[in-house]
């Protein structure tokens, strides 16, 4: 494959690399014999939100991905970890590149499918009809994931990669798949993502003795990548999404307050209560530290305001102005932006009775809850289902207070002050060129 250029970078997007729990770690301005020091995590701090704004290197007023998840107002529906690029809106700062020959690969990033790139891969499982699904991942081109799977000795697994059994295992097959890359088709820019820190972090906090073991299986990670891409003529840039912070206690429930208030419409099935969205005059979209309200008629604005003020555990609310002010308006956003308080974080849940919870509660169904579920990383009870305890989390993230940095590491020197998750992609694009 072409390459424009004459150098090759590798950035390798690490989920959860938050600056002070790295310097907690490792004090000094090198780790793993790169510079590293702080910028500022992505605005809000969740995975969808990072990866755009480092591809578009704009914030999420412009890129649009507000949070891991959308709500689409014409179809009444959540839309959590869906994989158009499209989604995404705003120019690639690797653009200019790819016009002058340059080539790129995307390996493992969310909204990658359709991307304007030159390799993808990504996890596309298909879900078959009668339940259970056959695993598989989309790549450009044509065959690339079988031939990964080939070199690597085994296929991805996806229940690595999110639920109770995810490990380092999944970023284990990523860094192999990536050198792979690199080696057989030397990709000009080659983006990858590690999302070994995450799941630990989240189950057990980032001061637990297990996200210390966390950290060792992403510095072995690094070390094979930066040994490999050095072999094949890569510098490498590693760069964090988010911070993970330290939480306790119960899940905070604005959809709960919601439906308190008479805004949040459900049904009963079965015994099982499910929302009506189509017909809700309030939904909170809860992602984390945070929660997207989305309120369909303005009279009820001050109404579900003053019903999620009322909620301990909820530390603001924001009108559309203050989240202007932030750069997180746009059309997908909510009337509202509801923040955890610090140690705190939202849940999607609307019931308090066990016996309410909608079949998906107990299962990894992270396409049909309509907010994000990290009791989903324990198992449950009876067997073989997911725990429903959100006492049981310990780390969270995408919240806007203290401790929010990220480390950027990187083995060159990059132009210009780098602050930011965007400033960094800009820093990167003018090195290519």
């Known amino acids: 494959m072409a390459t424009y250029g004459k150098r090759k970078t590798l950035v390798v997007q690490a989920a959860a690399l938050g600056y002070e729990s790295l310097k907690k770690r490792h004090r000094g301005d090198r780790w793993l014999g790169l510079h590293v020091g702080p910028i500022d995590g992505a605005r809000p701090g969740v995975t969808c939100s990072a990866q755009a704004e480092f591809r578009t290197a704009a914030a999420a007023s412009v890129h649009g991905m507000i949070a891991n998840g959308l709500y689409k107002r014409d179809l009444g529906r959540v839309m959590f970890w869906e994989q158009s690029a499209r989604l995404v809106s705003g120019r690639r700062f690797w653009r200019d590149y790819r016009e002058k020959g340059g080539s790129v690969a995307m390996l493992f990033w969310q909204q990658s499918i359709g991307e304007a790139a030159d390799i993808v891969v990504t996890p596309a499982p298909i879900h078959k009809h009668h339940g259970g699904m056959i695993q598989d991942c989309w790549a450009k081109p044509a065959g690339l994931y079988q031939k990964l799977c080939a ?70 990670q690094l070390k094979r990548l930066l040994k490999g891409a050095g072999q094949c003529g890569y510098e490498t840039i590693v760069f964090g999404d988010y911070a993970i912070v330290p939480v306790s206690g119960p899940a905070v429930l604005p959809n709960l307050a919601l439906r308190n208030a008479g805004l949040l419409e459900t049904r009963d099935v079965k015994g099982m209560l499910y929302p009506v969205l189509p017909a809700s005059r309030a939904i909170a979209v809860c992602d984390h530290q945070f929660a997207h309200v989305y309120v369909s008629d303005p009279n009820d604005v001050e109404l579900a305001a003053g019903a999620l003020r009322a909620v301990d555990g909820v530390e603001s609310v924001l009108n559309a102005d203050e ?89 060159i020197a990059l132009e210009g002050g780098i602050s930011s998750i965007a400033t960094l992609a800009r820093a990167v694009g003018n090195s290519l060129l």
């Open 151 to 220: 070199q690597v000795g085994k296929p991805f697994k996806l229940r690595h990669y999110w639920g109770p059994l995810a490990s380092a295992k999944a970023g284990d097959w990523i860094a192999d798949a990536t050198l792979a890359v690199c080696r057989d088709s030397a990709p000009g820019l080659c983006l990858t993502y590690l999302p070994t820190l995450d799941y630990d972090l989240q189950r057990y906090g980032p001061e637990s003795p297990k996200a210390d073991k966390a950290f060792e299986a992403l510095e072995a």
């Open 323 to 411: 989240m202007a002010d932030m750069n997180l308006a746009h059309p997908n956003s909510g009337e509202l932006l509801a923040i955890a308080s610090e140690g705190r974080w939202l849940g999607y849940q609307w019931w308090t009775d066990p016996k309410q919870a909608p079949d998906y509660a107990t299962h990894v169904d992270i396409h049909n809850k309509p907010g994000f579920d990290p009791c989903e990383l324990f198992f449950g009870w009876p067997p073989m289902s997911v725990s429903r305890d959100s006492t049981r989390i310990r780390g969270s993230h995408g919240g806007f207070g203290p401790g929010r940095r990220v480390a950027l590491a990187s083995s």
